[in-house]
């Protein structure tokens, strides 16, 4: 079975432990409905959103520099979800305010205690973990596989499984062998 060793483990373990990034990326899928195919972006604005009660869609493109057919579909999914809420802004009906709810809320907290309760800290983090990424469009399991490979000296495939969210077999093999292809993981003959 071959090994895998993780390549940029000191550019993504600064400031935290990878074992620590494991458990936010942890929290943030659960933050997420479980659901670790979510891209990073969408961690962001979730966390954006956290940070700012009753924002708007404008505010948000505006603070993170997003597109806005992307960010429709990404506050679609996350309303669709149960993520977040939405609701009428008081002096304009057309404005809509979202807002952080439910377990989407409660694991946030749960991440932000590795960041002293500081979403600007934890939106830094899942910035900087984008733009590890380059152009490869980073999800969360990519991010939980860097953490369970970087946490390590060498693992093997099923290792990083076993870490992994129970999901198909062939998604978390096509992760893993998308992250070599990427150059982000090394496959070892040691």
Known sequence: ??????????????????????????????????????PLRRALILTDIDENPGTTQADIMARLDLHKSALNRDVEWLYDHGCILRQPGPDDARA????????????????????????SLLKDFIGNLTRLFGSHKPTLRDVKILSVVGGKKSVTRQEIFDSLYNGPAATDNRAVNNLI?????QKSDE
């Open 181 to 185: 292809n990427f150059g982000m993981v």
């Open 96 to 119: 809509v305010l979202l807002y952080t709810c439910g377990y989407a809320k409660t694991n946030l907290g749960y991440a932000l205690r590795y960041f002293n309760n500081n979403r």
């Open 1 to 38: 079975m071959p090994i895998l060793k993780q390549e940029h483990a000191d550019t993504v373990s600064a400031p935290l432990r990878m074992d620590a990034i494991a458990s936010v990326t942890d929290h943030l899928v659960d933050a997420l409905g479980g659901d670790p195919s979510c």
